[in-house]
Structures are given as structure tokens and as C-alpha cells.
């Protein structure tokens, strides 16, 4: 494998990233935008959200849906306006997190489930569906810590990292969006973060471990690659690029905000891979 090399610097803290447009797109979660930047390293600034962007995705009319972690609601922009798409906080009392969006736009939302950066113990939470009329409810319970998320090509299967529980898990795929025989996919006996699908049914895991890592995992748990960082945790990762073989991977020395002293704790580097991308997002 190629050496990785930086692709955007001066970043506070890099998450969700999505392939799209010819760009990738991510959430610079603590300054409080959503970014996309061609492969170039030529960056725009799509939309400010002011209590932290986290999951992206976009519905089938092309509006951007966009997880708003602090006041846990799930906005949508259409390029001009910023609207309220769903509020989910009567379904939970923490921080939304990352999300994956359906080829029907229906979103999958996931949590903390405790506060993190306080420092209290860890509690089991939900996955919440979001409808594309914005109706929710909750589709998964019981999950450590549900993060990054994907779908399989075929649509019949969602793969979610469970940071706490150190596992990728796996659900069917209803067709009214439901979610049920759940099964580990993978053991991983590090916490997953962000996470990619590729075409021969591997995920590539970002570890936001200290010094962190991106794994490529077979289902049952079979590291095929690695990719070890020396200084900085894994956070999230996608796979795009003009062949879908361009391995984005999101870095960041602390999540912590108030461990944050200015742009250059996060950064996006890329590395050429032998197998592109599939599934969703």
C-alpha cells in the first residue's frame, strides 16, 4: 500500500464522512460546518449548523440531511434553507451521532447514550429510524454506543459499529425499515468509530484508540489490512474518489472539545486501496 499523504489540514475535528458529487463531504464537527472538498484539496463550506453537524446523508430529492448532535434533531438543507426535518429527543437524552440514509431517505440515527466527555459510565442506547416525512421511532435498543453505520448494495442488511461493545453488529432490513435478526458481524476487541463497506464484503474501521488505527475487517472478524497511526486517533473513513478505491481517513488528536486548542487537531489524509467502495453511504 502507498504511502498516505494529507489531503486537508487545519481542521478541529473531522466526522461523517460521505462521497458525493464528486467531493467528499464530512461534518467539521466543533466548527460548527458541513465541508466538501474535491481531491485537490479545494474546500467550500456548505451550511453552518451551530450545535455540531455529525451524520450526513441525503434524501431522495437531493436535500442534505444533517445530524445536529446538541439540540438532537435532524435538520435538512436544500441547498438555499435550513429546516427541521425530525426532532429525536424525546427518544433520547444524549448527543445524536452519526447516521446512515437509505435509498428510500430513510435516516438511521444513532447516540451516545451517556455523556462521553463527563465521564460517566457507559449505558446501552437506541437506533432511531427517521422517516423521509420526519416521523421517528426507535428501531434497535439495548446498542453500546451505535456509530458508524452502513447498508449492504442489495439494501437488506445494516451494519453498525458499537463503540463500547467493540463490535460490528448486524440487523435485516424490513421493508417497512425495521431492524431485526441481530447478529454480531464482527468481534473486534477495539472500539469502531467510522466505517466503510467495500465490494468484497469488507469494512474498513476507523479506531479512535491513542495512537488509533484504520483496519480493514472481514465478516467474522479477520483483519485483512491495517493502517497504524502514530499520533492520532482513526475517527471515521470513507471510500470514494474518482474509481472508489481512494481510502479517505479522518484523524484528530482528541474528540474532547475542551481538549481542542484550534484548527490543525484534525485532518483528512488519502490513500490508493485495491477494492472500491459499495453499499451505503
Same mark, same amino acid.
Given at each position: 500500500m502507498p504511502e498516505p499523504t494529507v489531503l486537508l489540514d487545519g481542521l478541529l475535528f473531522p466526522e461523517g464522512p460521505r462521497w458525493h458529487d464528486h467531493r467528499l463531504w464530512f461534518s467539521d464537527m466543533?466548527?460548527?460546518?458541513? +465541508?466538501? +472538498?474535491?481531491?485537490?484539496?479545494?474546500?467550500?463550506?456548505? +451550511?453552518?449548523i451551530a450545535n455540531d453537524p455529525s451524520g450526513l446523508g441525503w434524501l431522495p430529492n437531493g436535500d442534505l440531511l444533517i445530524v445536529s448532535m446538541k439540540d438532537r434533531k435532524l435538520l435538512r438543507f436544500n441547498g438555499d434553507s435550513l429546516e427541521e426535518h425530525a426532532s429525536l429527543g424525546r427518544l433520547t437524552p444524549h448527543l445524536c451521532n452519526d447516521?446512515?440514509?437509505?435509498?428510500?431517505?430513510?435516516?438511521?440515527?444513532?447516540?451516545?447514550?451517556?455523556?462521553?466527555?463527563a465521564g460517566d459510565t457507559p449505558t446501552p442506547t437506541s437506533i432511531i429510524l427517521a422517516t423521509p416525512e420526519g416521523q421517528i421511532r426507535v428501531v434497535a435498543e439495548d446498542v453500546a454506543f451505535p456509530n458508524g453505520t452502513v447498508i449492504t448494495p442489495n439494501g437488506s442488511t445494516l451494519i453498525v459499529g458499537e463503540s463500547m461493545g467493540r463490535r460490528l453488529t448486524a440487523f435485516n432490513i424490513e421493508a417497512d425499515g425495521s431492524l431485526t435478526n441481530r447478529r454480531v458481524?464482527?468481534?473486534?476487541? +477495539?472500539?469502531?468509530?467510522?466505517?466503510?463497506?467495500?465490494?468484497?464484503?469488507?469494512?474498513?474501521?476507523?479506531? =479512535?484508540?491513542?495512537?488509533?488505527a484504520f483496519l480493514r475487517v472481514a465478516e467474522g472478524g479477520e483483519i485483512k489490512q491495517r493502517i497504524d497511526l502514530e499520533d492520532r486517533g482513526g475517527f471515521a473513513c470513507m471510500l470514494g474518489g474518482p474509481n472508489g478505491t481512494t481510502l479517505f481517513m479522518l484523524?484528530?488528536?482528541?474528540?474532547? =472539545?475542551?481538549?481542542?486548542?484550534?484548527?490543525?487537531n484534525g485532518r483528512i489524509r488519502i490513500v490508493e486501496v485495491d477494492v472500491p467502495r459499495a453499499g451505503l453511504p
Open positions: 466543533h466548527a460548527h460546518e458541513v +465541508v466538501a +472538498v474535491d481531491m485537490d484539496g479545494n474546500r467550500e463550506t456548505i +451550511v453552518e447516521m446512515v440514509v437509505d435509498s428510500q431517505g430513510r435516516a438511521y440515527v444513532g447516540n451516545f447514550g451517556f455523556d462521553l466527555h458481524w464482527a468481534e473486534l476487541g +477495539v472500539p469502531p468509530d467510522g466505517i466503510a463497506l467495500d465490494a468484497e464484503n469488507c469494512i474498513w474501521v476507523a479506531v =479512535p484508540t491513542q495512537p488509533g484523524e484528530a488528536t482528541s474528540s474532547n =472539545p475542551t481538549d481542542i486548542a484550534g484548527p490543525g
